[in-house]
């Protein structure tokens, strides 16, 4: 009797369920401290919790400008989220580092190549190394202008920037005085120059006047170039000699540079299609699905370069020390997954990197926004996918704020910046 009962307590009683032991993972994105995108990731992990109930994640936000410094110490140390996401600057130096997983079992588990099939080529490029695919790609967009179609008509402005000359007497009608006898209180537009997202913002400038940072080999700086010149003079000149951009605007990230234009304090910002759903989401009293539209990236007059805007991707990684591997897959999956990029674009506005979402989905079929962005698609590349391009780009940043300040001629802190990057690039 005893022996029966020992047996009941240990193993239950015959033919009653036996509870799973719940594993424990968690999930990091910079999205997940912003309240549209947030919701919408905390309402995928649920979704997932439901559908897999022996799985519990933890989200975990980080601030965009402190994702790498938190990420890299925690792996470094043994630690870190199981699960997180990088844009793709970072990404190469991540995979030489060992800082992601390498999933490339986990998708041969799937079909291999055949799993793979459904998102376009280029996404898989920043991802993948040696024939090793350390990500799964979610999102690609191009970087477009956005800009408040209701200041456009006040402002008198009937056609659209098509180059750099029209896009900054554009800037210069739209930034007044509100108020009759006021302080200027309206500038044409704001770029982003702090730390994080300036990438895809200035680059588009960049590109747009024919001119990149780096050579199209990624081995040297392209800074000394007269289209880098025009280009970085062109900047500084829109914000110290126009004035077109408000005070303060070396320090405006994206978030500002969308609470800029959310409340009509400037007419315009680099952006895309997410842009229309946090700027709405800013001001509903703005009424920024009717009142927001886009037009391509300016582009010189007589440039030949085909390329002219960046692009942005979001892939999904796993870290090397999670202790529960076969879990995290299945939220990298369940993430990437065609309903939840459905979802994803319903919800923020986002095309995906899987061709059967963006060929087939009718609602971005149906989208002015999404029409707009995937046509700039074919104008738009992806920043150079070297490890040390982090360092390089904020080598560059540094020098052009520096320019802003007047801490240095514009000539003197390009000249710096070309020659920081090339020291960056020579290391071995």
Not at 309 to 331: C, D, G, R, V
Not at 359 to 367: D, L
Request: with cysteine; proline share 6%; glycine share 6%.
């Amino acid at each position: 009797m005893l022996l029966t009962f020992v047996m009941v307590i240990s193993f239950g009683f015959p033919g009653s369920p036996v509870k799973a032991q719940e594993v424990k993972i968690s999930y990091s994105d910079w999205q997940l401290a912003q309240d549209i995108w947030g919701r919408s990731l905390r309402e995928a992990i649920a979704e997932l919790e439901r559908l897999n109930p022996g799985i519990k994640v933890e989200a975990e936000p980080v601030a965009l400008a402190q994702r790498d410094v938190k990420f890299t110490t925690a792996i470094r140390a043994g630690a870190g989220p199981d699960v997180f996401a990088l844009d793709v600057n970072p990404v190469k130096q991540y995979i030489k580092e060992g800082w992601v997983k390498d999933l490339t079992p986990f998708i041969e588990k799937e079909g291999g190549q055949q799993w793979l099939s459904d998102f376009y080529p280029r996404s898989l490029m920043p991802v993948t190394e040696e024939s090793k695919v350390y990500g799964i790609p979610k999102n690609m967009v191009a970087m477009v202008m956005v800009y408040n179609s209701e200041l456009f008509k006040e402002a008198g402005i009937k056609s659209l920037p098509k180059n750099w000359k029209e896009y900054r007497e554009a800037c210069k009608k739209l930034t007044k005085a509100t108020k009759a006898g006021g302080p200027v209180d309206q500038w044409g537009v704001a770029f982003v120059l702090a730390k994080a997202c300036f990438d895809l913002r200035f680059s588009v400038v960049l590109r747009g006047f024919g001119g990149d940072f780096l050579t199209p080999d990624w081995k040297h700086s392209a800074l000394t170039t007269p289209q880098a010149k025009e280009a970085f003079n062109y900047v500084v000149d829109l914000i110290l000699k126009d004035k077109v951009m408000p005070p303060g605007v070396t320090q405006v990230d994206c978030n500002e540079a969308r609470r800029l234009l959310a409340f009509k304090k400037t007419a315009m910002k680099i952006g895309t299609m997410w842009s229309i759903t946090e700027v709405s989401g800013m001001n509903p009293e703005l009424n920024g699905w009717k009142v927001l539209e886009m037009f391509p990236i300016p582009q010189k007059e007589g440039v030949k370069s085909k390329i002219r805007s960046t692009l942005y991707q979001k892939s999904i990684f796993m870290n090397p020390n999670t202790k529960n591997p076969e879990a995290a897959w299945k939220l990298i999956k369940f993430l990437t997954d065609k309903k939840q990029m459905e979802k994803w674009f319903v919800d923020n506005n986002m095309l995906s990197c899987r061709k059967s979402v963006n060929e087939t989905y009718g609602p971005i079929r149906q989208s002015k926004y999404a029409a707009i962005v995937s046509q700039e698609l074919e104008y738009a590349d992806f920043l150079p996918l070297i490890p040390q391009w982090p360092e390089c780009l904020e080598a560059f940043r540094q020098n052009l704020q520096a320019a802003i300040a007047k801490q240095k001629t514009p000539d003197q802190a390009l000249t710096d910046a070309h020659n920081q990057i090339e020291a960056i690039l020579a290391r071995k």
